[in-house]
C-alpha cells in the first residue's frame, strides 16, 4: 500500500474510531465542544485548499460558509426540505459562487496575495448586506426551532458531533488525497510561481477555479449543519469577521501548506479557547489566542506541522527522499518543426517583434541572436505562449501554437527554460523536475513522475542534489536544474533563453556537450545566447534580431558576416565595403 | 424620492463623514504603500485612542486638546515600538496582516476589559453646536475633523513631496535595496513613519471620541470602509485617501437616503470590488 492511502486510510480509521464517541454518553458540553473542533477542521482545511496550496489568501470563506448558512435556512425553514437534503444544495450554492467569482478574478494576474484577501472580505460584505436586505433575513435573523432534526444518536448535540466530525475526515481525506494528486502539485507550484507553473504545463486558472469550488463547497455544508446547530442565524454572526480570521488564523498556525495542518491548528485554538469559558475568562482566552496567534508566526512562520515534521526528519538525520531508485532510461522523444510565420508582438507603442519567420527544423540547433532589447526574449515569450501573439502563426508540426494557452502548448511539446532561473522555492530539485514531468508533453502519474525525475538529474549532473532546495543550489546547478525541469517535460522542441551565461568555461563545455545529446534524441533547439563562442560551435544555423525584425539568417558564419549584423554590433564604420 | 433639502443635507454629512474615514487612512495607507505592512492594529489603536480621550477627559475632566496633546506623541511611540518588533521578526506583506490581525484582538480584549462592553459617550458642550448654512446643518466637531484630516493630507503630502526624508521613503518604497545602495537610511526612516502613522490613529481617535458613541467592537465596523478608501485613493497617497474617503462617505449617505441605512456597505464594498477587478494595477 503506498504512503498516500495509508494516510487516508489512518484519517478515515481515526474518523470511525471518534464516531464511536457518542456511545460513551459524555455531557452534553463536551459534545458540543467536539463539535466545534471538527466544525473548525473542516471550515480551516477546507480554505487551505486554494489559499494555503495555491497562495490565495481569501478572507472570503465566511461568504461561502454563509451562503451555506442562509441556503439551509430558507430551504429548511421557509420551504420545509428535510435538514440533511438541503446540505448538498448548500454545497452547490456555495461552490457555484465561489466559481462565478473565480472566474471573473482568476483572469486578472495582478488580483493575488493581499489583494485577493481583501476582494473576497469585500464580497463577505456585500453578500451580507444583500441577505440582509432581501427576504433571505430581512433584518430581524430566522429561527429554525421548528425544523426537526434527524436523531444520528439519541443525543442532538451527539448527532450534530456526527455530521461535523464525518465533514472533517472527509474533508481532511480529501486535503491529503489532493496534496498527493495532480491537483495538489500543480496548486503548489502556482503557490511559488504560477507563471512559469503554466508554462510547465499546469492548467492554472481550471486547477485554480477546481480548488476554490470544492474549498466552498465544504464551507457551505459547514454552514448547513451550523445554522440548525445554532438554530437561530442571524446576518451579524454569519457574515462577520470570525470565520474568515479565524481559518485563517487556524490554518497558519498549523501549517497552510500541510494537509493536516489546519485540522491541527483548529484543535488547538479551539480547545485553548473553550479552556476559558465565561464573562471575563473568555475575554482572556481571546487575548490568549491572538498572542498565540502573534507569537507562532513570528516563531514557527512555516506552522506547527511543517516546523515539527522538519525537526523529526532532521534528528533522524534522513534524507529527503532517497535517491537510490534506479534512474530509468531515458525516453526517446520524437522532434517536430517549430515554425514561425510573419509573428508580429507590441507592448503598447512599441514594437517588441515586428514579421518574425523563422524555423527550427527536427533535431536542429539554431541559434538566435541580437542586441538587448531587440527582442529574442519575447520571441520565447510568445512561442512558449506566455504572451499571445498580435499578428502571425506559430506552428508545431501540423499543429498550431499560437491562440493556446501556454499550458497547452507545454502539452504539445514545448519546454522553455529561463534565463535568470525561476525554479519553485518550496520544491526540491526533484519536486521541480518531477512536476514538469507530471504536467509536460507526456501525462503521467505523480509516481512514475517522479522516477523519470531522478533520470533527468541524473542526465544533467544533478542526481547528487536531488533532495536539495533551490536556495541551496549554486547558479550553475540551478541554469542545469532548470534543462532538467524543461527536458522532463518531453519536448519536441526546447526554447533555451542564455543557459550559458554565468557559467565558466568548464561549466560551459559541459553544457554545450548536453545540448549535443539533447539534440541527438530528436528535439528541436531554439537557443538565445550572448556566448559566441558557444553559438558558432552549436548552431547549425544562427538568426538574428535587431529591433524585433530579423535581419539576418543562415550558417553561423554567414549570418555572423552579414553587413548588417556587423553594423548593429560595431557600428557602421566597420562594415568592410 | 427625497427632497432636494434632503439630498444636500446627506451629501453634507456624506462629506463629513468622509473627512473621518479619511482621517482613519491616513496611516494605514502609508504603512502599507510606503513600509508594505498592511496594519490591521490601526483600527484598535484608534480605538484605543478614543477611549484614552474618553478617559481623560470624561473622567480626568481634561479638555480635549489636551488629552490630544497628551495622546498623539504617546501613540508615535507606541509605533515606533511596534515597527521595532515586526522589523525584528522580518515580518512581510502578508505575515504583517495576521500578526497585527492578533494585535487588533488583543487591543480590543484590553479596551473591553478596562472599559467593558457597554457603549460609552464622552459629553463635551460642543457635541450638539451646529453650523446652519441655508438649509443644512453642519455639526462643529465633524466640520473641526473634517478639516484636520484635509490639513494632514495636504501636510502629509508636502512631506513625502518636499523633504529629504518624505524623498527617501518614497525611493525605498520602490526599492528598498537600490535605495540603500544610494546612501538612503531606509531602516531609521521606517521608523519615523511608523510612528507617524500611528500618531494618525492617535488623533483619529481623538475626534472618533468626541463624535460619536464608543463600544469595543467598532473596530471590526471600519474595516470594510477604510480598506476601500484606502485602495481607491492609492497606496501611499495621503490626498488621494482624502477624496476617497469623501467618494465613500457621500456615496454612502446619498444610498441611506435614497434607499435605506442598511444598504449603505454595498456601496464602499462594490466600488473595492470594481476598482479591484477592473484596476488592479492602480493598488
Not at chain 1, 109 to 116: C, D, I, N, Y
Not at chain 1, 182 to 210: C, N, S
Request: hydrophobic share 55%; net charge positive; charged share 15%.
Amino acid at each position: 500500500m503506498s504512503e498516500r492511502w495509508r494516510l487516508i486510510a489512518g484519517v478515515l480509521g481515526t474518523g470511525v474510531a471518534l464516531a464511536g464517541l457518542p456511545l460513551l454518553g459524555l455531557p452534553a458540553f463536551y459534545e458540543s465542544v467536539l463539535y466545534l473542533v471538527f466544525h473548525w477542521i473542516a471550515l480551516a482545511t477546507s480554505w487551505s485548499l486554494l489559499s494555503g496550496y495555491a497562495g490565495y489568501f481569501s478572507f472570503g470563506h465566511g461568504a461561502f460558509f454563509g451562503a451555506g448558512v442562509y441556503t439551509t435556512t430558507t430551504l429548511a425553514a421557509m420551504y420545509g426540505v428535510p435538514f440533511l437534503a438541503t446540505l448538498p444544495v448548500a454545497a452547490s450554492v456555495a461552490a457555484l459562487l465561489s466559481a462565478g467569482i473565480g472566474v471573473v478574478v482568476f483572469r486578472v494576474k495582478r488580483l493575488r496575495g493581499e489583494l485577493f484577501g481583501l476582494l473576497t472580505l469585500a464580497i463577505t460584505f456585500v453578500l451580507g448586506t444583500i441577505v440582509l436586505n432581501t427576504r433571505l433575513d430581512g433584518g430581524p435573523g430566522v429561527y429554525l426551532s421548528n425544523v426537526p432534526l434527524p436523531r444520528l444518536v439519541a443525543s442532538p448535540t451527539g448527532t450534530f458531533y456526527l455530521l461535523a466530525l464525518g465533514l472533517a475526515t472527509v474533508t481532511v481525506a480529501g486535503a491529503c488525497l489532493v496534496t498527493r494528486a495532480r491537483l495538489g502539485l500543480g496548486l503548489y507550484a502556482i503557490h511559488d510561481d504560477e507563471d512559469v507553473a503554466e508554462v510547465e504545463g499546469v492548467p492554472t486558472f481550471a486547477y485554480k477555479l477546481v480548488a476554490f469550488a470544492l474549498s466552498a463547497a465544504v464551507a457551505g455544508v459547514a454552514g448547513g449543519i451550523h445554522a440548525m446547530y445554532v438554530s437561530y442565524v442571524t446576518v451579524g454572526d454569519t457574515f462577520s469577521i470570525t470565520v474568515p480570521l479565524y481559518v485563517v488564523l487556524m490554518s497558519v498556525l498549523g501549517g497552510a501548506r500541510h494537509w493536516l495542518g489546519p485540522a491541527v491548528g483548529a484543535t488547538v485554538i479551539t480547545a485553548s479557547l473553550y479552556a476559558f469559558t465565561g464573562g471575563e475568562q473568555a475575554l482572556l482566552g481571546r487575548a490568549l489566542v491572538a498572542l498565540i496567534l502573534i507569537a507562532a508566526i513570528l516563531v514557527v512562520p512555516e506552522g506547527i506541522v511543517p516546523t515539527v515534521l522538519a525537526r523529526v526528519r532532521r534528528a533522524r538525520a534522513q534524507p529527503r527522499e532517497a535517491a537510490t531508485t534506479p534512474a530509468p532510461a531515458l525516453p526517446r522523444v520524437e522532434g517536430a518543426a517549430l515554425e514561425c510565420h510573419d509573428v508580429w508582438k507590441a507592448f503598447g507603442g512599441i514594437e517588441a517583434l515586428r514579421g518574425v519567420s523563422l524555423t527550427v527544423g527536427r533535431g536542429e540547433i539554431v541559434g538566435l541572436v541580437g542586441p538587448n532589447g531587440s527582442g529574442k526574449t519575447t520571441l520565447i515569450n510568445v512561442i512558449s505562449g506566455h504572451y499571445a501573439i498580435d499578428r502571425g502563426r506559430i506552428t508545431l508540426g501540423a499543429t498550431v501554437l499560437s491562440e493556446r494557452p501556454a499550458h497547452r502548448i507545454a502539452g504539445l511539446g514545448v519546454s522553455r527554460t529561463y534565463q535568470i532561473p525561476r525554479p519553485f522555492a518550496h520544491g526540491s530539485a526533484l519536486d521541480n523536475v518531477a512536476l514538469a514531468a507530471t504536467f509536460g508533453a507526456a501525462r503521467r502519474t505523480p509516481r512514475e513522475a517522479r522516477a523519470e525525475a531522478h533520470a533527468w538529474l541524473e542526465f544533467t549532473g544533478l542526481a547528487r542534489r536531488a533532495a536539495a532546495l533551490p536556495h541551496e543550489l549554486n547558479l550553475h546547478e540551478r541554469k542545469f536544474l532548470e534543462l532538467a525541469r524543461a527536458l522532463a517535460g518531453r519536448p519536441r522542441v526546447i526554447l533555451l533563453d542564455e543557459v550559458l551565461s554565468g557559467l565558466n568555461p568548464g561549466e560551459i563545455a559541459s553544457a554545450i556537450s548536453l545540448l549535443r545529446e539533447i539534440r541527438a534524441r530528436g528535439v528541436a533547439i531554439l537557443f538565445v545566447e550572448h556566448v559566441m563562442r558557444a553559438v558558432l560551435e552549436l548552431s547549425d544555423r544562427v538568426v538574428v534580431l535587431n529591433e524585433g525584425e530579423v535581419i539576418a539568417a543562415g550558417t553561423p558564419h554567414e549570418a555572423m558576416r552579414a553587413p548588417r549584423v556587423v553594423d548593429v554590433y560595431l557600428g557602421k564604420g566597420h562594415v568592410v565595403a | 424620492m427625497p427632497s432636494a433639502t434632503l439630498l444636500g443635507q446627506a451629501l453634507v454629512s456624506g462629506l463629513l463623514a468622509g473627512g473621518l474615514y479619511g482621517l482613519l487612512a491616513f496611516g494605514l495607507s502609508l504603512s502599507w504603500g510606503l513600509l508594505r505592512l498592511v496594519n490591521l492594529a490601526h483600527f484598535a489603536l484608534a480605538l484605543l485612542g478614543a477611549y484614552l480621550t474618553y478617559q481623560l477627559g470624561h473622567v480626568l475632566h481634561w479638555p480635549p486638546w489636551l488629552a490630544a496633546a497628551a495622546i498623539v506623541p504617546a501613540f508615535f511611540a507606541l509605533g515606533v515600538a511596534l515597527h521595532v518588533v515586526l522589523r525584528h521578526f522580518r515580518v512581510t506583506e502578508l505575515t504583517s496582516l495576521l500578526v497585527t490581525f492578533g494585535l487588533a484582538v488583543i487591543l480590543e480584549s484590553v479596551i473591553q476589559w478596562f472599559w467593558t462592553a457597554d457603549y460609552r459617550r464622552y459629553e463635551t458642550p460642543y457635541a450638539s453646536a451646529s453650523l446652519r448654512i441655508g438649509p443644512f446643518f453642519i455639526p462643529v466637531l465633524e466640520l473641526l475633523a473634517c478639516l484636520t484630516a484635509a490639513a494632514l493630507a495636504c501636510a502629509t503630502w508636502a512631506w513625502l513631496r518636499f523633504t529629504y526624508v518624505g524623498k527617501a521613503l518614497r525611493a525605498a518604497a520602490e526599492d528598498a535595496a537600490i535605495a540603500g545602495a544610494f546612501g538612503v537610511n531606509h531602516r531609521r526612516h521606517a521608523f519615523v513613519l511608523s510612528g507617524v502613522s500611528a500618531a494618525y490613529a492617535g488623533v483619529a481617535g481623538v475626534f472618533i471620541a468626541l463624535i460619536s458613541t464608543l463600544a469595543p467592537a467598532q473596530i471590526w465596523a471600519w474595516l470594510g470602509v477604510v480598506f476601500a478608501v484606502v485602495i481607491i485613493g492609492g497606496l501611499g497617497n495621503p490626498v488621494g485617501a482624502l477624496l476617497a474617503g469623501f467618494l465613500i462617505g457621500v456615496s454612502e449617505s446619498v444610498t441611506m437616503a435614497v434607499a435605506a441605512p442598511a444598504w449603505a456597505p454595498l456601496v464602499s464594498f462594490s466600488i473595492l470590488i470594481g476598482i479591484l477587478v477592473l484596476r488592479p494595477e492602480r493598488v
